[in-house]
Each structure stands twice: as structure tokens, then as C-alpha cells.
């Protein structure tokens, strides 16, 4: 980590510096200005100051000694990436048979800020539209179905959504606040969701939430769903995918159930 003022060619010092002082709590608990300085390779003034900015957002704690440990935000932000890499793992084989049932390409799609992330994605066996470009591994949550069957019932990213505002993609995205509000009505009442055009005309989607329980209500914490040609997922031929989708969404809910009591338990 020597000479970190120069190695950056990109002009993000700050950060770089950031990332040197964090790692150098990989070998011991506490750290103080001194250590961080020698090992980092930057001034003693320039490591208090990064300590107490890194302390000041959580991701460090400084101790009455004068030294700093890693803080709680730090431990937060593992724990959401362990949940995640979780609910991928235990998804997998689901949207495996769900792919191989409905022959259509299947998603599954988590919430960051107002937009959703797919964290993987099974190709159709049919002839159709397909996923090849980066454009479509983060899309508007406003525009999408997995967008609308995580906000209508995860108030955060609802909020997320609305304070984001809408872009229109298509002649077809829902615009107006009161309508996206509509829109997640249906989803709670119904169970999922749907996004008719709304990001790519041709192309249409359903989805359904996988949920966990938050106290006495269900928290959404990623979706399902199935995407592929307007005429094959919202025409006759698409009822017939409501109905495995909702399983599959079930069951991935299920194992987040099953492994959380697990761990309670075990």
C-alpha cells in the first residue's frame, strides 16, 4: 500500500486510502494513527483524519484509548451481502425447474435504492427476445415487474421508488405516482405482478416476491420472475405461468424461513 498518492491515475486518493486503512484491520483488532500511517504508507495527520471520517459513517469505532476497531456498519454490510449471496444459493435450483417448466428465461432480482439488481438469470428454451447486454442486469424498479412485487411489499423501496421519480423507456411506462401506487395495490392483493412493455417494447414480464417475515408483517427481500415476448407472458399461454411462479416464490421464501430458524436454533 506504499506511495498511494501516486498509484491512483484515476484521481480517487481518498477512496484508495479508505480501502488501505480498512485492510489494515484485517490482522488486528484495534488500530491507532501511527500504525495505520506506516502501514498505509501516508502521513500520521492524513490517517487521523481518514480514521475519524471512517468513524464518523460507522464503518469504524474509536475507543476511549484513542484507537479504532472496526464498527457496526461494517458488520451490517456483511451481513446484507451474506443474505443475498444466500438467497441466491438457495434459489438456484428453483428457478432451474421453474426455467425448465415454463420454457421462458427467469430472473431473480433484489432491491438497491430504487432500482433492482438480477443476481441471476436462466435463459428460455424458447425461440425470443434474450438478456445478452449489461443493460438489462439493472433496470428501473418503477418499470419492471420485480420492481413492483418488491415495493408493494417493502415500504423502503416503495419510497425509494417515488422519491427517485420516473423515466419513461416506453410509450407504456407508468409515469404518474398514483398509478404506480395502484399498481402495487393490485400486487399486494393478487400476489404478484406485472410490467406490460415498460422497459423494452416487445418484451413483458410477471413476478412474484420472495418474502420474509419482519414482526407481524412479510418483508420483501427479492423477486422472481418470468420474462420473454408480450404474446407469450401476458397472452393465453401466460395464465398457465402464474401458478408455478407463485410456487417458486413460495418455496425460495420457505428456505430464507428454514435456514433463519436454523441458525436461531441451531
Request: with cysteine.
Amino acid at each position: 500500500m506504499d506511495e498511494l498518492a501516486t498509484q491512483d491515475p484515476r484521481g480517487l486518493r481518498s477512496v484508495t486510502i479508505a480501502m488501505g486503512v480498512l485492510e489494515c484491520f484485517t490482522g488486528t483488532d484495534e488500530c491507532g494513527a501511527s500504525d495505520i500511517a506506516r502501514q498505509v504508507g501516508i502521513a500520521k495527520s492524513t490517517a487521523s483524519r481518514m480514521l475519524a471520517t471512517l468513524a464518523a459513517g460507522g464503518l469504524l469505532e474509536r475507543r476511549p484509548n484513542g484507537r479504532y476497531r472496526l464498527g457496526i456498519r461494517l458488520f451490517e454490510y456483511g451481513q446484507l451481502a451474506a443474505d443475498r449471496l444466500l438467497l441466491k444459493e438457495l434459489a438456484l435450483p428453483v428457478l432451474g425447474e421453474l426455467r425448465d417448466r415454463v420454457s421462458e428465461t427467469v430472473q431473480l432480482g433484489i432491491p438497491l435504492g430504487s432500482q433492482v439488481l438480477y443476481v441471476d438469470r436462466l435463459e428460455g428454451t424458447t425461440h425470443g427476445l434474450r438478456f445478452h447486454t449489461e443493460a438489462f442486469r439493472r433496470v428501473p424498479g418503477h418499470s419492471s415487474s420485480c420492481g413492483r412485487a418488491i415495493a408493494a411489499f417493502n415500504p423502503v423501496v416503495e419510497q425509494a421508488v417515488l422519491n427517485a421519480g420516473f423515466r419513461r423507456h416506453t410509450p407504456h411506462t407508468v409515469m404518474d405516482p398514483e398509478r404506480y401506487r395502484a399498481a402495487l395495490a393490485i400486487v399486494r392483493e393478487r400476489g404478484w405482478a406485472s410490467a406490460e412493455e415498460e422497459f423494452e417494447i416487445g418484451l413483458s414480464s410477471i413476478a412474484v416476491p420472495v418474502l420474509v417475515r419482519s414482526g407481524d408483517a412479510a418483508r420483501a427481500v427479492g423477486a422472481v420472475s418470468i420474462a420473454g415476448p408480450t404474446q407469450r407472458v401476458l397472452g393465453a399461454r401466460g395464465n398457465h405461468m402464474v401458478a408455478p411462479l407463485l410456487r417458486a416464490g413460495e418455496r425460495i421464501s420457505r428456505a430464507l424461513v428454514d435456514v433463519a430458524d436454523g441458525v436461531a436454533t441451531g
